[in-house]
Each structure stands twice: as structure tokens, then as C-alpha cells.
């Protein structure tokens, strides 16, 4: 299994946002939230409701959707922010694209 590796912090516009991992959400059926007015992006390791753990790729991916939602608010594009499939997908590029990026 590897590690789990995001960043403690990131720089969203001229906002910095602390990520924090916990052991399960309160509302047990978010796996990530961004908490705007607390400049967080919080994920959870497993299901609050069901206990089962989520795998780390899940955990990125629901990283690179919380940040795609904090991006689209910081640019005020508020109604893409709200088309969760747009956000979805768009993670899941992200993803895909910087966890193939060769340097």
C-alpha cells in the first residue's frame, strides 16, 4: 500500500486553505467538504456510516474535487461550482493528468 501524500496547505487565489484528513466525515455521506469560511479542505479515511474505508486513490481523487470546488469560487463561477458532474469530472482529469505528468 502507498502513502497517503496531499499537502498540509495550498494556496487557492490569494487564499491559503489547510487540508486536514480525518478518520471519517461528520456528515457520514461526504467523503471531502471545502469548509470555505474556515479556508479548509477536509477528507475522510472511511464511511461514517457504513465503516468502510475508502481506498487512497478515492482520497486524492475526492482531494482534486474539494480543490476544484474552492478554484471555481475563488474565480465566482458559481453556477459550474453547483453541476457536481461538471466538478466530478473534471477532478477525475486532474487527477488522471497529474498523476501521469512526467517531469
Do not use: C
Request: glycine share 6%; net charge positive.
Amino acid at each position: 500500500m502507498t502513502a497517503l501524500t496531499l499537502p498540509k496547505k495550498i494556496k487557492i487565489g490569494e487564499r491559503w486553505y489547510s487540508v486536514e484528513v480525518v478518520e471519517a466525515m461528520q456528515d457520514k455521506l461526504d467523503m471531502g467538504r471545502v469548509m470555505y469560511l474556515e479556508k479548509k479542505i477536509k477528507l475522510g479515511l472511511r464511511n461514517g456510516m457504513t465503516g468502510r474505508k475508502f481506498n487512497l486513490d478515492d482520497v486524492k481523487e475526492t482531494f482534486w474535487h474539494e480543490l476544484v470546488h474552492a478554484i471555481l469560487r475563488d474565480m465566482e463561477e458559481h453556477k459550474l461550482n453547483k453541476r457536481e458532474e461538471f466538478v466530478e469530472g473534471f477532478a477525475k482529469r486532474l487527477n488522471i493528468a497529474i498523476n501521469s505528468a512526467r517531469f
